[in-house]
């Protein structure tokens, strides 16, 4: 069963979500929370300890240039512009080149070969011993965060309960994060910003085929327009997290209200059941 925490803007609380999803889950039975967010991720600051590394590498062109002839032919085929045959030498930008390969094979002279670059790495920790935390790490300068996704993705294979944070927004990290999954958790705020970039939201995960449902964070009983929104494209509201100085006050001090304050346990709990059953039912 995997879970992914989307959200259409960033500041919504969607870690937050997952941090306490994953915490409550792991009272009761063994959970993996995966961070896919990549440029940023943040859930070890609710889990700090000691970790794993692995490198995520790709494979970028190499060009021998007593082999090569500079016919063209890569050039040609590149159709993201990441190699420039000039007339005495071949520029190469792996800044955007989406290591496909092709190059080296429609390369006469087998002037091309492939070597692995860094492009960032996966963290485990084992904060519970019921939870694993998988937190994908793109290095800093790098332009294509997707197969650190895809790696740490990889990495949780297999467990039997997989909640993924996503990064925030609509583009292609948010895709490869929730394609493939069971149910989609999107959590918005009551104000247009955030209604805006719901209605976003909920339109990308209904095209990749994902039931959803919706937490409303920061909640101060006006969500009317949203509410409303949600009953018109069949998304319910599972939780609602109040507009609170008091949960404000654990989450400035890096805590977790399932664990810090009375009730919250049980009402992420319950978020969970109703996760799993809204994904049984679209089955």
């Not at 925490?5 to 960033?10: D, E, L, R, V």
């Not at 583009?171 to 149910?183: L, R």
């Not at 085929?209 to 937490?215: F, I, L, N």
């Amino acid at each position: 069963m995997q879970i992914v925490i989307a959200s259409g803007k960033g500041g919504t609380g969607k870690s937050t979500v997952a941090a306490n999803l994953a915490w409550s889950r792991a009272q009761e039975a063994p959970v993996t929370l995966v961070d896919c967010d990549v440029e940023e991720p943040n859930l070890h600051l609710f889990f700090p300890g000691g970790h794993t590394d692995t490198p995520v590498t790709r494979l970028v062109p190499a060009f021998d240039s007593e082999r090569c002839t500079r016919c063209g032919d890569c050039g040609r085929f590149c159709r993201f512009g990441a190699i420039a045959v000039l007339k005495d030498r071949v520029l190469f930008f792996p800044e955007i080149c989406h290591s496909c390969g092709g190059c080296a094979l429609v390369c006469p002279n087998a002037a091309i070969t492939e070597r692995p670059i860094s492009l960032g790495r996966i963290e485990e920790r084992h904060p519970l011993p019921e939870l694993r935390l998988i937190s994908g790490v793109m290095n800093e300068g790098e332009a294509v965060g997707i197969p650190v996704i895809q790696a740490a993705k990889e990495a949780a294979a297999g467990d039997a309960a997989i909640i993924l944070d996503s990064s925030p927004g609509t583009a292609c990290p948010v895709i490869e994060t929730v394609k493939g999954s069971d149910v989609c958790v999107l959590v918005t705020e009551a104000t247009p910003f955030g209604l805006h970039d719901l209605k976003l939201a909920a339109e990308v995960v209904s095209s990749l085929g994902v039931p959803a449902c919706v937490v409303i964070n920061r909640s101060c009983g006006d969500e009317d327009e949203t509410e409303a929104f949600c009953r018109e494209q069949g998304l319910p509201v599972f939780l609602r997290i109040p507009f609170s100085r008091e949960i404000a006050a654990v989450q400035n001090r890096g805590g977790l209200i399932s664990r810090d304050l009375p009730d919250w346990q049980a009402a992420f709990a319950g978020l969970y059941e109703q996760v799993i059953a809204l994904a049984e039912v679209q089955r």
